[in-house]
């Protein structure tokens, strides 16, 4: 088990340092963590909902350890028992910054929720020998909405339940919220990467084929939000500029998620474009920068693929 995690931090410090000497891994370890305490003080500067983001963000990255062929392997590795251990050591080192920061901000029922989820991930076989197939309304353009929706269609039911107790309430921010939740989920969609031949299969120019992309993404994702956009417009209409303004942010971040995918295609994108992604979130007007770059560095490497 030593030699499991001894190896697991040496494949992160060489992906911090892309392949460089390890001590610039050491370097950007220590201004990412720099950058994660930042946009925590202003995450919670800003919205009284900070602790539940927190918590959101944190089973986001602890659920990339869930996959169900990396359990197995672990399994055969270590057994059921050691398996157990392991997976709650990786759910708990992953969400122990969220945690020691909601403990400096005395968030601690927030603490506790986070820590249960994470042990009861890590406990949990999500496996079912049981298959069926969720219909959805994007079958005719796949892969991300297709693919996205049947994983995450609980999370609609959630969004517009919240936006009905934000109407209810009178409370105008559960509805933001809950419009964001959508478009996070959305935003979701875009993280895993295709195989190159459904990128060939477009045969379009690599500038057709991203704006054949943000514009599949802006069509589904106009369906999902409308219901909530609709409601929170007639009833709060005096909020009507801010309503609108947190909708084209969204689509801003979704144009900005799609052009940072393909920045190192077939490859994964590395931390320095993680960051300026997460950046962007806390700070919009580096949209105006970064969507240009991401859609500069998209084009470049999708010309391997596509003419």
Known sequence: MKEYFKLQYIMTMRMLSDGSHPIIGYFL????????????????????????????????????????????????????????????????????????????KQQFYPVIILIVLNIIMALSNFKTTHSFTIPTPFYKKPFEFTVGFRNT???????????????????????????LLIFLTVLSYYVKYENEYFVWSYSLSPAKFLMEKISIAFSFS???????????????????????????????????IILAKYTAYPDEMNFAQAILLVICIFFPPMLIAVIPYFANKSVSKLKVYLK
């Not at 990412?32 to 919205?47: A, E, N, P, Q, W």
């Not at 309503?243 to 084209?248: D, E, K, N, Q, V």
């Open 29 to 104: 370890a220590i201004l990412y963590l720099s950058v994660f305490i930042g946009l925590s003080f202003f995450l919670f500067y800003k919205t009284a909902f900070a602790p539940y983001l927190y918590i959101l963000v944190s089973l986001y990255f602890t659920a990339k350890l869930s996959e169900i062929k990396r359990n197995d392997f672990l399994k055969i590795c270590f057994g059921n028992k050691r398996y157990r251990m392991v997976r709650m050591l990786e759910n708990l080192t992953v969400a122990l910054p969220f945690v020691i920061f909601l403990v400096c």
């Open 153 to 179: 269609f609980f999370l609609f039911p959630i969004a517009y339940g919240l936006t009905v107790i934000a109407v209810t309430v009178g409370n105008f921010n559960l509805g933001i919220f809950s419009l």
């Open 222 to 256: 106009f369906y999902l939000c409308i219901p909530i956009v609709i409601l929170l417009s007639v009833i709060f209409f005096e909020y009507i500029g801010i309503l609108l303004f947190s909708t084209l942010l969204g689509y801003l971040y979704l144009v900005t």
